[in-house]
């Protein structure tokens, strides 16, 4: 026989690394959002070059089982959450629903006059009055996405000194009686500019998934237009199709 | 007044070559699909380097104006095509209807025993009959997505002697009376394997969306789960959500 037939072929390197870190994390060992070592201190652990565990790293990036924050390092993702727009939980339901803790952070809140996207996302006329409410919410510590939120303003008087950070359609329950009934959704994956990409601490450029929702209230009117920028590795969407 | 407060600031070069090409295709004078010259050749046109004129291709591509084509260069890309899940509109009338020619590839039909996966999503038995079909769909001819389609074989006898690029959605209708009547939907931001990659003609790890459906007919039985890997830029997709 020939030494090509007999001789075991050679895995690269970076496989090796790549299937000992995903056995820590499948296994359990390495729990979610932990922080990996870094790729100095990988590279003197698994005694290879930074660039067998960079690879390593890049192919567990694209299996979904780790995640980088900008500058930070990588830490070992949660599974995804499940998300579905055609309920009408909240984000603190639903996340804590499945064993994880939601957050909220007011990023910003005004009255503005409307734009002619506001005017025709939200069916008011050119400079009418709308609340501008930028937020951003994390689940487990991590920040998840990014939202901006205009409401007709003629409905909800007084809304900013409400406790923004709460459940928006709560409030607008609770304190105009109008309830979200139904919503037409718009969603796309996009890459982030930098005003989204420095909120979730990522690259601009980075993918994340856009979604787009127009609610309205028990009379049909439109109460809130919210544009969500996700992280890509966030949600995992689910709804029904009926005839 | 000092030198710097008269100086126009600098901008970079790669700037200046993004918008001209950008309004190249705004104007109309680069249509859709339309391939632009080699990086060598524009770095010639805009008396540059190649790395600025690199640079001005991938901000370009952020956002959303061109797209690349493993090792065949930069192509000016189409707007996405609007997808509503909840139609039962097949994918040739919907893009047809918005100006953009349709083509469907079969790339394999076979009868296979059913996976504890197909088992699962299909409400059979393990290694009960299932279709296995695998399709490439495009748009303008540019491959859009590929499909991987698991049919209940028990109940579309003789299936893969009819014409499979055509609407499966339509054959199960004509050919055996079963109706598309609602269906589960599942999506998320993925990155492609080899498979997909090689078959979309872009690099692995590229970012796609997954789109999962759970067809089911008149009678609540599932039909088939036809798993699609969509390339990121190529939908705009809407729905609706009631109480």
Known sequence: MSDSLTTTPRVPKYIAIRDAIAHEIESGQLSSNTKLGSERLLSEQFSTTRVAVREALLALETDGLIYRLDRRGWFVRSPRIIYRPQSTKSFNQYVSEQGGIASTELISAELVKATSWDATHLDIQLNDDVYSIWRRRSINGRPAVVEHIRVNAELFPHLLSLPLNQSMTALMAQHYQRQL????????????????????????????????????????????????????DVLDLHFEAHD
Chains 1, 2 share one sequence.
């Open 181 to 232: 009934t139904r919503a037409h959704i718009n969603l796309y994956p996009t890459t982030f500019a930098e005003q989204q990409a420095k909120a979730l601490h990522v690259n601009v450029g980075s993918m994340g998934l856009y979604i787009c929702r127009t609610n309205r209230d028990q009379n049909g009117m439109i109460t809130d237009v919210d544009q969500e920028y996700w992280l890509h």
